[in-house]
């Protein structure tokens, strides 16, 4: 959900995955936990639920730590120990499907964890998720932030009419809805209905609310 920050420390001197919480009102960043019982962390993934964290070693191992437990390393659970060099387990991605997917250099296929949000084995990860045959992976994946995909259960979308300059406006979730629009403070529209539609006549700034509840 974009409230956390998840950073890997891989060096000669001490290996640790250090855990943040992010202010999204205000962008601060503050410390919160750090896991220990990691060996050269390459990489790191959420769960879309928040409650799990994915780890890729250079040790070609995959982690899962439960963030709820109230001692994180006490919850590391290997997914993955090859325990050798032909299966390197290198950069985590979440997909828009929501499944975690793993790069093996030089390989036709992406390691997958199926069901993120699920603990230990009831994850499901296997090593030759899919097929990118003729594609090889190497040591990346697309780089991007993955709370872009988080899908709040309130939120609304907005379809544009250019001929008019109206926008039609629709929430998504919630039983009861609250519309307000605003400019200089002063109301210029309001709807209680799921839909509502508002016809803008000049340019500059406006304020749209949408109060949202569920019975």
Not at 79 to 104: C, E, F, H, P, R
Not at 162 to 187: E, M, P
Request: proline fraction near 3%; charge should be neutral.
């Amino acid at each position: 959900d974009g409230k956390q920050l998840a950073s890997c420390v891989f060096n000669l001197f001490q290996s640790k995955v250090e855990l943040f919480d992010f202010n999204t009102q205000n962008g601060s960043i503050i410390f919160s936990k750090k896991i220990s019982n990691v060996v050269d962390p390459y990489s790191i993934e959420f769960s879309k639920n928040n409650r799990f964290l994915y780890v890729a070693s250079n040790k070609n191992t995959l982690l899962q730590y439960d963030l709820q437990n109230s001692d994180i390393d006490k919850s590391k659970f290997e997914l993955l120990n090859t325990g050798s060099t032909s299966w390197v387990a290198t950069s985590l991605q979440m997909g828009l499907d929501n499944k975690i997917y793993l790069s093996n250099p030089d390989s036709n296929f992406l390691g997958v964890v199926f069901f993120p949000d699920s603990l230990q084995t009831k994850s499901l990860f296997k090593v030759q998720g899919v097929s990118i045959v003729p594609a090889k992976s190497q040591y990346g994946l697309p780089n991007f932030i993955t709370s872009y995909f988080h899908t709040p259960k309130l939120d609304f979308t907005y379809i544009t009419q250019c001929q008019n300059d109206s926008i039609n406006f629709t929430a998504k979730g919630g039983t009861s809805h609250t519309w307000q629009i605003f400019r200089n403070k002063a109301i210029l529209h309001s709807s209680t209905q799921s839909t509502t539609n508002f016809n803008f006549t000049d340019t500059g700034e406006y304020t749209i609310q949408l109060v949202s509840g569920t019975s």
